[in-house]
């Protein structure tokens, strides 16, 4: 039964900051449904791509698979013989937890869940690479080097589906959104206490970039092709494609 996200719902004098723990991955998949507007969306669409963009014989790759959705919607998604599934995060909880999630999915699509800093980890003969909300905890000086070896490690054809939390350089566009953002999440049944103590224990960690500087550095990277196809609020999803040879 999933576990309701209260985390942050008790006044605290300083406010640390987030981290993939224990606690964090046992109300996760709630954290996450009420955080990320259109989340729902990302994942379920992530079975389509699979499905049309997995090739036989081939890798596809979920980095930072927290408690491991994405990589789930992918294997529903893959319809070719000889393609199975690495799943990657740096978390032991999430990993644990992505484990036993992947156990009791009944699939013949193999998957490898692998606990590991996902820079750490080779991109080799895939197919598809999704990154769902994982790019911005890294370093900003250390994202253009990931999303080359992600370049570098796939197939021709290749796909990487890359979710992001961005922000703008309009200041009013940019109040706008997360203000929007804000607002959903009191939707979704937060209060304005946990709004502001998750926003500061983010401050630090989460160091979103602009969609300009995404589409930027995938050309960079030698991506021929990235098209938006998702954008609710200053939450926005790309594929972002590699040339046939």
Not at 45 to 52: C, G, L
């Amino acid at each position: 039964m999933e576990q309701k996200d209260n985390l942050y719902s008790q006044y605290r004098e300083r406010v640390a900051d987030f981290v993939f723990d224990d606690a964090v991955a046992a109300v996760f998949d709630d954290m996450i449904r009420r955080s990320v507007p259109g989340y729902a969306t990302v994942i379920g669409m992530t079975k389509v791509f699979a499905e049309h963009y997995a090739q036989p014989n081939s890798v596809c790759y979920d980095l930072g698979c927290s408690l491991g959705a994405s990589t789930l919607a992918m294997r529903k998604g893959i319809i070719h013989s000889g393609c199975g599934i690495v799943a990657v995060d740096n978390s032991a909880a999430m990993v644990k937890q992505c484990s036993e999630v992947v156990a009791m999915d009944k699939s013949d699509v193999p998957v490898e869940v692998v606990c590991a800093d996902i820079r750490d980890v080779a991109i080799e003969n895939a197919s598809v690479v999704v990154m769902n909300f994982t790019l911005q905890f890294l370093a900003p000086d250390q994202r253009d080097t990931m999303i080359q070896k992600i370049y570098d490690g796939l197939r021709p054809g290749g796909v990487l589906l890359l979710s992001e939390k961005i922000s703008f350089d309009d200041t009013d566009k940019d109040a706008f959104e997360t203000d929007m953002h804000h607002e959903f999440k009191k939707f979704m049944g937060y209060s304005d206490l946990e709004v502001a103590q998750k926003r500061k224990s983010l401050e630090n960690v989460l160091l979103p970039d602009t969609l300009d500087i995404h589409r930027k550095r995938l050309k960079q990277a030698g991506f021929s092709k990235t098209f938006l196809w998702f954008q609710c609020f200053n939450f926005m999803s790309l594929a972002a494609f590699k040339n046939h040879d």
